[in-house]
């Protein structure tokens, strides 16, 4: 038996270079990958926007667009990620800066992961 789940995050910093949903992937699933989008036009101050994590920055997207409403999806993502993949520990999912740092940025993230779930015992 398996679950298709999402969780949901919205990141938000006015000063420094980078912020985390923590815990954002949960332990145990198959990762699907993971989206967002630009809740207003983001604002930085150098550098560019990437999404990631802490193993790899870019994994999701590396150089995330500024524009109001800007979208990642599976065409923004790192070559490196192919096709889901299973985690046994939870992962973050972290909104950093690249040489540079926020000055007010605001993005919706949403993980994308399967839950294989033991089978209903019998009647």
Same mark, same amino acid.
């Given at each position: 038996?398996?679950?298709?789940?999402?969780?949901?995050?919205?990141?938000?910093?006015?000063?420094?270079?980078?912020?985390?949903?923590?815990?954002?992937?949960?332990?145990?699933?198959?990762?699907?990958?993971?989206?967002?989008?630009?809740?207003?036009?983001? $604002?930085?101050? #150098? !550098? =560019?926007?990437?999404?990631?994590?802490?193993?790899?920055?870019?994994?999701?997207?590396?150089? @995330? &667009?500024?524009?109001?409403?800007?979208?990642?999806?599976?065409?923004?993502?790192?070559?490196?990620?192919?096709?889901?993949?299973?985690?046994?520990?939870?992962?973050?999912?972290?909104? $950093?800066?690249? #040489? !540079? =740092?926020?000055?007010?940025?605001?993005?919706?993230?949403?993980?994308?992961?399967?839950?294989? @779930? &033991?089978?209903?015992?019998?009647?």
């Amino acid at each position: 038996v398996w679950e298709i789940s999402v969780a949901s995050a919205t990141l938000t910093a006015t000063s420094g270079s980078s912020v985390t949903a923590t815990g954002l992937i949960p332990a145990n699933v198959m990762v699907c990958g993971v989206t967002s989008i630009n809740i207003d036009a983001q $604002s930085i101050t #150098g !550098g =560019t926007l990437r999404l990631g994590d802490a193993t790899l920055p870019i994994k999701w997207n590396a150089n @995330l &667009a500024l524009t109001d409403h800007a979208e990642t999806t599976m065409t923004n993502w790192d070559l490196t990620v192919s096709g889901p993949y299973y985690t046994v520990n939870p992962e973050d999912v972290i909104l $950093s800066c690249s #040489g !540079g =740092t926020f000055t007010d940025v605001e993005l919706d993230v949403t993980a994308f992961f399967v839950k294989f @779930l &033991a089978p209903p015992g019998k009647f």
